[in-house]
Nanobody
Framework: QVQLVESGGGLVQPGGSLRLSCTASGFIFSNYAMRWYRQAPGKERELVASIYTTGAIIMNVDSVKGRFIISRDNAKNTVYLQMNSLNAEDTAVYYC????????WGQGTQVTVSS
């Protein structure tokens, strides 16, 4: 059974940091590119960052470049999103996605940036 389980979301003050984790099971994690998406209220889901099986990284949202870091630990079947200097515009549900011969989605984790 394929599962992607996100964790690490929550309420944080502007300027704060969070680290999201997404732990996978049921497929060969190292064979899949991993992505983080987010969906803010009333907006479409957007691709935030990708990390490929080679370790190559693409940050897709200009506003997070220099603040967010995507990484993966194949030994732990986990992808991370380190988020620094958070602001209100980062408030969203964050989803991880595995992209390979098939695609799989996690259930999402809420990130709220507010004072």
């Amino acid at each position: 059974q394929v599962q992607l389980v996100e964790s690490g979301g929550g309420l944080v003050q502007p300027g704060g940091s969070l680290r999201l984790s997404c732990t996978a099971s049921g497929f060969i994690f190292s064979n899949y590119a991993m992505r983080w998406y987010r969906q803010a209220p009333g907006k479409e889901r957007e691709l935030v960052a990708s990390i490929y099986t080679t370790g190559a990284i693409i940050m897709n949202v200009d506003s997070v470049k220099g603040r967010f870091i995507i990484s993966r630990d194949n030994a732990k079947n986990t992808v991370y999103l380190q988020m620094n200097s958070l602001n209100a515009e980062d408030t969203a549900v964050y989803y991880c996605m595995a992209l390979g011969s098939e695609s799989y989605w996690g259930q999402g984790t809420q990130v709220t940036v507010s004072s």
